[in-house]
Nanobody
């Protein structure tokens, strides 16, 4: 069972970036997916999540309108499209999967997630 986050890099403020989260060893479509980030010296922060059943998405107000989350059950992946990036978006981004009983909700609480990817670094220069 593994989650692999990828797509991070160094970009300039205002640029866009797409992160992917690939699952192996389990069917990601049965799970809610969450994205979290951790900036240097700060606590891990919830970014967004998508529900397992209907694909509803939820966002931290700090990224709402700039980030778009999706999932591709056929490819067993989740994606996070980030646009209008700001310096304060600089962080290591983690994807996580939650096999929650309620397939129509997703949680901002990291302790509710069962599997975690290794993280991918996003650096936004101003």
């Amino acid at each position: 069972v593994q989650l692999q986050a990828s797509g991070g890099g160094l970009v300039q403020a205002g640029d866009s970036l797409r992160l992917s989260c690939a699952a192996s060893g389990f069917t990601l479509g049965y799970y809610a997916i969450g994205w979290f980030r951790q900036a240097p010296g700060k606590e891990r922060e919830w970014v967004s999540c998508v529900t397992a059943v209907d694909g509803s998405t939820f966002y931290n107000p700090s990224v709402k309108g700039r980030f778009t989350m999706s999932k591709d059950n056929a490819k067993n992946t989740g994606n996070l499209r980030m646009s209008s990036l700001k310096a304060e978006d600089t962080a290591v981004y983690y994807c996580a999967a939650d096999r929650r009983r309620d397939g129509e909700s997703c949680s901002p609480a990291p302790e509710e997630y069962d599997y975690w990817g290794q993280g991918t670094l996003v650096t936004v220069s101003s």
